[in-house]
């Protein structure tokens, strides 16, 4: 049977795009190389953000017009919530069933407990942890009831765009089995093969490298800013990362550090470190780890051209890092639309590319520079250092992200601690720091 549509992959964008598609009435085949579709086996904090505020910055970008891919949430009585996608058309909203956590605001924290926050208010919600897969299974419940065939356990092995379509070999526990579409929409998130055998890697380019990232999921957790707030404990010299500490619904915690690929860090050691012999042992004394996750993320440059020929590529897998999960729901909207379009002789492959050019801000030059022009606080800062910077934040009233407030305050910072500024800003600030010390190299 020769499908309109194939989609490989059940995560945010697979099951968006199916939901989607089958509505619009296209005959689809939805893929999932897992045993059961809508189960997440790759490591994701959860956290549903609301509002336009980035990965590293919350600063809006001038550059380019960002519409970011982004999400409300109308909270209803228990398990009747409906998450609306910013700027896309009613039929993108859908139910979720699942639990709800907001999060309150997040916060930095020092070895001595000197810490500064994102937001001056404690009691705005940034966003909510979500239950991931109670959320992609009511997708995929609407994509079943809308007609779309929905095969897990089936591994896309190869994929082939010709001009009679597409051809996607897959293995099941049958046995291999080649699959025939006019067109495909690869969710297969990070690290695709099949997006490069396609050949859209091609000329991407590297990026800084490849992060390892390693989870605790904690019973308990003695947080001092309560269960809903979301903190980064830092102490240098037991790792030059964060422990990232949050929510994990229903009523547990997820404790979380990265390190790149390359370096010989051990974050199960790490995390043991920061739980048993740290600064923050404490927080820790009555939890037990009930879990381990762990992934990697590579942080390649994004390839602006994910749709050409017969298939789109979406989420993760041509993004820098991540698109996120409401970026996935995005891009799984909108990349059925065009596929429909698409069939229908209209150019349905430019209209793709252009949302999804718009729709992140890893597309704006000005947003790359400013997650990147300043080194992370605990690679470069030792263990004093992180506590007197993050006191002087909170004498000073000042709230935000480290990418976004740490230049905005650059020369404050200079003149009361002219020693860390040098270290966070580089060889750039020696000339001023000399001048307003008067000591070389100061
Ligand atoms: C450490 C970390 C923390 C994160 N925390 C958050 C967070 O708090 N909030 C947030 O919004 N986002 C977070 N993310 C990002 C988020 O998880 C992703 O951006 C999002 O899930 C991307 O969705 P996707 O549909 O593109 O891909 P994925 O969610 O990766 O789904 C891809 C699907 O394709 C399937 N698949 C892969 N290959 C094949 C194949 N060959 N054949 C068949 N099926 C295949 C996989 O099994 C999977 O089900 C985090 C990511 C990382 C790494």
């Not at 739980?275 to 602006?304: T, Y």
Request: glycine share 10%; proline share 6%; net charge negative.
């Amino acid at each position: 049977m020769k499908y309109d549509l194939i989609i490989v992959g059940a995560g945010p964008g697979g099951c968006m795009a199916a939901r989607k598609a089958a509505r619009d009435g296209l005959n689809v085949l939805l893929v999932e190389k897992l045993k059961e579709a809508g189960s997440v086996t790759r490591f994701c904090s959860r956290l549903l953000r609301l509002g336009e505020g980035g990965f590293s910055s919350d600063k809006p970008v001038t550059d380019v017009n960002i519409q970011r891919a982004t999400c409300t949430i109308d909270v209803g009585a228990p398990g009747r919530h409906v998450i609306r996608m910013h700027g896309l058309p009613d039929d993108a909203s859908f139910a979720y069933a699942g639990e709800l956590d907001p999060c309150f605001n997040e916060s930095w924290v020092s070895p001595s407990g000197a810490s500064f926050h994102r937001k001056a208010n404690n009691r705005a919600i940034d966003g909510f942890v979500v239950d991931k897969e109670v959320m992609l299974r009511g997708l995929l419940d609407d994509a079943a009831a809308a007609g779309c065939r929905i095969q897990a356990a089936t591994r896309c092995l190869a994929i082939d765009d010709t001009d009679d379509g597409i051809s996607l070999k897959v293995k099941t526990s049958a046995g291999e089995q080649t699959l025939l579409a006019k067109r495909a929409i690869l969710a297969d998130g990070s690290f695709s093969p099949l997006a490069a055998q396609l050949g859209f890697d091609d000329g991407r380019g590297e990026g800084p490298g490849k992060l390892r990232f390693m989870s605790f999921i904690l019973d308990r957790c003695d947080v001092p800013f309560g269960e809903m707030h979301r903190a980064r404990f830092t102490q240098p010299s037991v790792h030059k990362g964060f422990l990232n500490v949050g929510p994990w619904p229903p009523g547990l915690w997820e404790i979380s550090c990265s390190a790149p690929v390359a370096s010989p860090v051990r974050l199960p050691q790490v995390l043991e470190a920061f739980m048993e012999n740290s600064a923050f042992s404490d927080l820790f004394k009555r939890a037990k780890i009930v879990d381990r996750q762990g992934c990697s993320m590579d942080l390649r440059p994004a390839v602006r051209e994910a749709a050409r020929g017969n298939v789109i590529c979406i989420g993760d897998n041509l993004a820098y890092a991540e698109t996120a999960i409401k970026g996935a729901f995005g891009c799984g909207y909108m990349a059925a639309e065009a596929t429909a379009r698409a069939l229908d002789g209209k150019p349905g492959n430019d209209e793709y590319n252009h949302y999804w050019t718009h729709a992140f801000n890893f597309f704006s030059p000005q947003y790359t520079v400013r997650s990147t022009r300043q080194p992370p606080i605990p690679v470069v800062l030792d263990d004093g250092e992180t506590d007197s910077l993050f006191a002087w934040f909170t004498e000073n009233g000042i709230y935000g992200m480290p990418a976004d407030i740490l230049p905005a305050n650059r020369d404050k910072l200079m003149a009361d601690l002219p020693q860390i500024a040098l270290k966070l800003f580089g060889r750039g600030s020696v000339a001023q720091i000399t001048n307003l010390s008067g000591e070389e190299g100061a």
